[in-house]
């Protein structure tokens, strides 16, 4: 039987263990010579709940929403979008176990979702302090795909989507 403690801390276990993959990769993220066209970075989470998995990807994104591109001579100016995270199990089951869990999921699901998310946000977090992503100067934001909130690496708090585009 899953308890909501257990399955949170075996995310947070779980997450861990990709915690140098995450690092390294944000540390080439501050390598990066960004294109002057760029307002804001959004690192983008992608939550696969079927098949517990995690993926985060950088877009590159202008004032109106849209993605930014390169499409100049010099090959080391970035735009665009890259993978940050390739997908991560952030949860283990066997097969046998779905039903009970998916009920479990169900049964609990106000306290899991937020409980889910602050897991993978304070992950993301403490990879981002330990690859020093601070000092990058554009505005950056971490969001959950499709979500109405994102959080605000500079300000460290969590802000409507809408208010970044402003």
């Not at 106000?110 to 990879?127: G, H, I, R, Y």
Request: proline residues 2%.
């Amino acid at each position: 039987m899953v308890s909501v403690d257990g399955y949170i801390n075996s995310i947070k276990s779980n997450l861990d263990k990709q915690s140098d993959i995450l690092v390294e990769s944000l540390k080439k993220v501050g390598t990066y010579n960004f294109s002057k066209n760029i307002d804001l970075l959004d690192f983008s989470a992608f939550i696969e709940p079927t098949r517990f998995e995690l993926a985060i990807r950088l877009f590159s994104m202008d004032k109106e929403a849209n993605e930014v591109f390169y499409n100049g001579i010099d090959n080391t100016v970035f735009a665009g979008s890259i993978e940050v995270l390739p997908e991560v199990a952030y949860y283990h089951l066997n097969e046998i176990q779905l039903n009970d869990f998916f009920d479990f999921y169900e049964q609990n699901e106000e306290t899991l979702a937020v409980q889910e998310q602050k897991a993978f946000t304070d992950w993301f977090l403490e990879c981002w302090k330990k690859a020093d992503g601070s000092s990058i100067d554009i505005p950056l934001y971490f969001v959950f795909s499709d979500d109405y909130k994102s959080y605000d690496l500079k300000n460290n708090q969590w802000i409507d989507d809408g208010d970044k585009w402003s």
